[in-house]
């Protein structure tokens, strides 16, 4: 029977594997860039402006991804609303925020990267809705 442990242990395994796909992609990607733009004959400078986007939305991907997976061990301990959850929910606006900025910029370049920076700008609302209620629940607990 499927239950809240059984939960959280598949949020962590995802998270896991998201690491290790970010891990890899981080290192792959002048390669796969370039293959990208060169099957769909795109233009030659493209590589450089999707590298010059998502390199500096990797240190924010693994910040956000290791304050999810502190966020899912502390839940799986039954430690719900706790300061630090509210701390890692904070971390993980502020991350998905970051990427926003930068992909919203970028999308002046590829429009592709607005469709990005708009769902992680979307992200960064519920993710902070999130963290305004467990801080409220905090809150009114103490």
Excluded at 28 to 33: E, I, K, S, T
Excluded at 73 to 78: A, E, Q, R
Excluded at 106 to 114: H, I, K, S
């Amino acid at each position: 029977m499927w239950n809240a442990k059984k939960s959280v242990t598949l949020s962590l395994i995802l998270v896991y594997i998201a690491m290790a796909v970010l891990a890899v992609i981080t290192v792959a990607m002048p390669w796969l860039v370039t293959w990208y733009v060169e099957s769909k004959g795109r233009e030659a400078s493209l590589p450089t402006t999707i590298m010059v986007t998502c390199y500096p939305c990797v240190p924010f991907a693994a910040a956000a991804l290791l304050s999810l997976r502190r966020l899912l061990v502390n839940i799986g301990k039954s430690d719900v609303i706790i300061k630090q959850n509210v701390t890692m929910l904070h971390r993980i606006s502020w991350c998905c925020f970051f990427c926003a900025v930068i992909t919203l910029a970028a999308g002046r370049f590829y429009l592709p990267f607005y469709i990005v920076g708009a769902a992680a700008a979307f992200f960064t609302l519920i993710i902070r809705v999130f963290k305004n209620l467990l801080e409220a629940e905090l809150k009114s607990v103490s």
